[in-house]
């Protein structure tokens, strides 16, 4: 029974402190969103689209978005072997 009970309290131990990481980048966007809307003196409807609008903004694309436009881009350049593994690097590269 104490052999089941070790790997479980690891277990809890670790997904507990998920909990308590670090604020990610789109928590402190919803917070920075949030504050202007109250400062705004926004309600309702009115908040909903200010709140979505803000959240959309400059929104970085995501790694797996990256690589589907550069796969996609180097396919239609119909680029093979070390030129297509260099096109793929610089394009993941840029922002």
Do not use: W
Request: charged share 30%; hydrophobic share 35%; glycine share 4%.
């Amino acid at each position: 029974m104490k052999v089941l009970q070790i790997p479980m309290l690891v277990l809890a131990v670790l997904f507990s402190a998920q909990g308590f990481a670090a604020n990610t980048a789109q928590q402190e966007k919803m917070k920075t969103c949030n504050a202007d809307a109250t400062t705004k003196a926004l309600k309702g409807d009115e908040r909903k689209a200010y709140m979505s609008t803000c959240l959309k903004k400059d929104v970085p694309q995501t790694q797996q978005d990256k690589m589907k436009t550069c796969n996609a881009d180097a396919t239609t350049k119909t680029l093979k072997g070390d030129e297509r593994k260099a096109f793929m690097s610089n394009c993941l590269k840029k922002k």
